[in-house]
């Protein structure tokens, strides 16, 4: 049986851990809406939106106000630009989940596949995702 998780709290729970990100990714921005299939689901964009290739080869989508917040270019170019860019060292709330799941992006939002081991992320109140066990081994660390 899956459990569905909605978009958790998981700054409210006690079994989930502070943890940050660091990884250089390479984006393109949006012309037209469309859809990535990312590795554990959906991922919805707009037009303007960052379309995100991970040093792990994962791809996903992150809306173009979060993206603005979190990544600066690293490569050069001038924000808003194609290329590489680094995450900003933002702690986000984790926790793994030791059955298959499901999350949504957001409440309402695209709804996200895990496997037993995948962690569930709270990167802001309403702001959800998924992780593969072997991604987040890969590019995040305890805060």
């Known amino acids: 049986m899956?459990?569905?998780l909605?978009?958790?709290?998981l700054s409210l729970d006690p079994q989930a851990m502070r943890a940050v990100k660091d990884e250089e990714v390479s984006v393109e921005f949006a012309?037209?809406?469309?859809l990535v299939m990312s590795?554990?689901?959906p991922n919805?964009?707009?037009s303007g939106d960052a379309l995100i290739t991970g040093s792990t080869g994962d791809r996903w989508t992150v809306t173009r106000d979060r993206f603005d917040a979190k990544y600066?270019?690293?490569g050069g170019q001038s924000a808003g630009e194609a290329g590489p860019y680094r995450n900003m060292p933002?702690?986000?709330w984790a926790k793994?989940?030791?059955e298959p799941f499901t999350i949504e992006r957001c409440a309402g939002g695209d709804r996200l596949s895990g496997e037993a081991g995948d962690w569930a992320v709270e990167y802001a109140e309403n702001d959800c995702g998924l992780v593969a066990r072997e991604r987040f081994a890969a590019v995040y660390r305890s805060a």
């Not at 012309?31 to 469309?34: A, D, E, I, N, Q």
């Open 39 to 41: 590795a554990v689901g």
């Open 2 to 4: 899956t459990r569905h």
């Open 90 to 92: 933002v702690v986000i």
């Open 96 to 98: 793994q989940i030791h």
């Open 72 to 74: 600066r270019p690293s």
């Open 6 to 9: 909605g978009c958790p709290r």
């Open 44 to 46: 919805h964009y707009a």
């Open 31 to 34: 012309l037209v809406p469309g």
